[in-house]
């Protein structure tokens, strides 16, 4: 079946712009996760959606960064008033219940002028 | 989640068996060890996990001590494509909460 994809692939964006990066998770997955990798960095972990829960946001690093979750699908991470730092490969990935392994997206590169 | 420890990097001669070893001293008794590694420019991709028996499946085999505290993750015959970064990750199974990566492990498989 189909796995998990983000769009766009590559996202070149002047600074002070915003940017909404878009992911469509496994069909019939309940929960979804947004992580980031910086150059030469590990991943770090963002925002996570389970089903009708309030999301764990502990990981956004400023509220300049959002996500939305519609309809139990699709989710959009959203940066406002982009920064240098913000540049890296935004990964999303999305689970079942059961098992609870994560599938993870090819990732969207972000990359602020 | 308990803390891991991977050594940085590793190198491995294509064929031959590549064994990466992880310290997770701190695991709970309800926290299985899971694996998962990173190909260059690709998302994180899922290998095994185990609570405390072997396991094996077709891409790796999952070894953990008798205490618990660290583990072997063992890709028999080692091929270029298996280059990557693996991530050794303790958690709850049934829980669907995020993953925390450590550095992880550098394999490089050479001819």
């Known amino acids: 079946g189909a796995g998990v994809s983000q769009s766009p692939s590559n996202k070149v964006t002047e600074k002070g712009k915003d940017v909404e990066l878009r992911c469509d998770p496994i069909?019939?997955?309940?929960?979804l996760y947004w992580y980031r990798q910086s150059l030469g960095q590990g991943l770090e972990f963002l925002i996570y959606?389970?089903?009708?829960?309030?999301?764990?946001k502990s990981g956004l690093p400023s509220d300049r960064f959002s996500a939305e979750r519609t309809g139990g699908s699709v989710s959009t991470l959203t940066i406002q008033r982009t920064q240098q730092e913000d540049s890296a490969v935004y990964l999303c990935a999305s689970s079942s219940l059961s098992p609870t392994e994560q599938y993870f997206g090819p990732g969207t590169r972000l990359t602020v002028t | 989640d308990a803390k891991t420890t991977q050594p940085p990097s590793m190198d491995c001669a294509e064929g031959r068996a590549a064994n990466l070893p992880c310290n997770h001293s701190?695991?709970?008794?309800?926290?299985?060890v899971y694996w998962y590694r990173q190909i260059h420019s690709q998302g994180p991709q899922y290998i095994i996990h185990?609570?405390?028996n072997n396991e094996t499946n077709e891409m790796a085999s999952l070894i953990i001590t008798e205490d618990r505290k660290s583990s072997t993750l063992i890709l028999p015959h080692a091929t270029l494509r298996d280059t990557a970064v693996y991530y050794c990750?303790?958690?709850?199974?049934?829980?669907?909460?995020?993953?925390?990566f450590g550095t992880g492990t550098r394999l490089q498989v050479f001819p």
């Open positions: 959606f389970q089903g009708n829960s309030a999301p764990d």
């Open positions: 701190t695991i709970s008794g309800n926290e299985y």
């Open positions: 185990g609570l405390k």
């Open positions: 069909s019939g997955h309940t929960a």
């Open positions: 990750i303790v958690r709850l199974v049934y829980n669907t909460d995020k993953l925390i």
